[in-house]
Each structure stands twice: as C-alpha cells, then as structure tokens.
C-alpha cells in the first residue's frame, strides 16, 4: 500500500484545515486507518484512527475538534481539523495497519505510513 497525505499548509488560530490520504496499491477497506503527527522536537504521536467498521478513537487533545473519516470508494481518509490551535503545528502522517485496532497502536509496528504533510498554525 503507497500512503499520500496531502492538504496541509498555513492556517490562522482558529481556523480549518481538512488533511487527505489517498492509498494506491490495495483497498482500505479492511484496514485500521491512523492520523498521526510530529511536532520539531517531539515523538510522533498519535492523532486519530478508524477501524474498518467506523469505530473512531482520538488523542484528548483533539477530540471534539478533530475528525476522523473514510470514503473506502475513494480509497481515501480525511482528517477535518477544525478550532486549531498554535500547538497542532506539525507534519501530519497517515497510517495504515492490518492487525492493530483503536487508539494504542505500537508505532514502531505500523505496516504502512504516507509521507508528511505540513501543517503552520499561526496567529
């Protein structure tokens, strides 16, 4: 599976972004989808993630601001990111994984990971 993120870019606080992650190579469908992020400094971590069956999970941080999708007839996973905040300033990545489900993926097991995408909050 080849992972493309894509949609970052500059926001002000307070405003939208919506991230996309577009898969090539194999159907989503059964796969657990992850949104996952890395500020200058810091461990990667975890954002969000979808199961085949829609269940979604979210860092506190995020929750109730960001929101987890996924179009299986696109291939895709969006990351709506609404109310940002300085602090979400990062590269955003997405993820894919057969086995692993919920919100304690073991990072270093993750089968597939798209390239970042930049995402500059400021006011």
């Known amino acids: 599976v080849q992972l493309q993120a894509y949609g970052g870019g500059l926001a002000q606080t307070g405003g939208s972004l919506r991230l996309s992650c577009a898969a090539s190579?194999?159907?989503?469908?059964?796969?657990?989808m992850g949104w996952y992020r890395q500020a200058p400094g810091k461990e990667r971590e975890f954002l969000a993630s979808?199961?085949?069956?829609?269940?979604?999970y979210y860092r506190d941080s995020v929750k109730g601001r960001f929101t987890i999708s996924r179009d299986n007839t696109k291939n895709r996973v969006y990351l709506q990111m609404n109310s940002l905040k300085s602090e979400d300033t990062a590269v955003y990545y997405c993820?894919?994984?057969?086995?692993?489900?919920?919100?304690?993926?073991?990072?270093?097991?993750?089968?597939?990971w798209g390239q970042g995408t930049e995402v500059t909050v400021s006011s």
């Open positions: 190579g194999r159907t989503l469908r059964w796969l657990a």
């Open positions: 979808i199961n085949w069956n829609n269940s979604t």
């Open positions: 993820a894919a994984d057969v086995n692993q489900r919920g919100s304690t993926w073991r990072i270093s097991a993750i089968n597939y």
